[in-house]
T-cell receptor, first 115, second 113 residues
Framework: EAGVAQSPRYKIIEKRQSVAFWCNPI?????LYWYQQILGQGPKLLIQ????????DSQLPKDRFSAERLKGVDSTLKIQPAKLEDSAVYLC?????????????FGSGTQLSVL | AQKVTQAQTEISVVEKEDVTLDCVYE???????LFWYKQPPSGELVFLIR??????QNEISGRYSWNFQKSTSSFNFTITASQVVDSAVYFC??????????FGKGTMLLVSP
């Protein structure tokens, strides 16, 4: 079974530029999550989708971050414009049914460096 | 508010030693779930275990064991006879009905040959 796919693996941009990350969850998984992991910290949820609807985006900085999940499969997370403090690893995760206590399957992440 | 504390930032052991990773949590909810995830150098977090607040039975899976004690709000993880492949960052996480999954800051385990 293929895991959660993310691209690119690494991205370096200058502040105020735009960047987009892509995620393809495990086939059939209804729930998709984007997490931000700053160096030395645990992952922090940015947004949760159930199929193509947003369940929780309370911690997403909506003035610069946006995310979509077209057709309830792939998802894209965008930052525009990027700030230095956005340097982090962006992890995508998926789960089968979206039950609160279900285990998550994570991708390897995209490491973003903002200079 | 929910909080997870992993006081050990980094632990170094020699292969075959036993090692315990500590996790202390805070929540006012009576129903909650605790998790451990492993993050190897490749980056993806790998699920290890889930425990609900009503089940205080300890669990053993091969060289891994978990000790859940509600009286001290702790959910500690022990690796017996550690191996180099156990080197990773380990995260404890808390989930309640009123919050998203809250991760601790992680403990980096380095197992040397």
């Amino acid at each position: 079974e293929a895991g959660v796919a993310q691209s690119p693996r690494y991205k370096i941009i200058e502040k105020r530029q735009s960047v987009a990350f892509w995620c393809n969850p495990i086939s059939g998984h209804a729930t998709l999550y984007w997490y931000q992991q700053i160096l030395g910290q645990g992952p922090k949820l940015l947004i949760q989708f159930q199929n193509n609807g947003v369940v929780d985006d309370s911690q997403l900085p909506k003035d610069r971050f946006s995310a979509e999940r077209l057709k309830g499969v792939d998802s894209t997370l965008k930052i525009q414009p990027a700030k230095l403090e956005d340097s982090a690893v962006y992890l995508c995760a998926s789960s089968g049914t979206g039950f609160l206590n279900e285990k998550l399957f994570f991708g390897s992440g995209t490491q973003l460096s903002v200079l | 508010a929910q909080k997870v504390t992993q006081a050990q930032t980094e632990i170094s052991v020699v292969e075959k030693e036993d090692v315990t990773l500590d996790c202390v949590y805070e929540t006012r909810d009576t129903t909650y779930y605790l998790f451990w995830y492993k993050q190897p150098p490749s980056g993806e977090l790998v699920f290890l275990i889930r425990r609900n607040s009503f089940d205080e039975q300890n669990e053993i899976s091969g060289r891994y064991s978990w000790n859940f004690q509600k009286s001290t709000s702790s959910f500690n993880f022990t690796i017996t006879a550690s191996q180099v492949v156990d080197s990773a960052v380990y995260f404890c996480a808390l989930l309640t009905g009123y919050s998203t999954l809250t991760f601790g800051k992680g403990t980096m385990l380095l197992v040397s040959p």
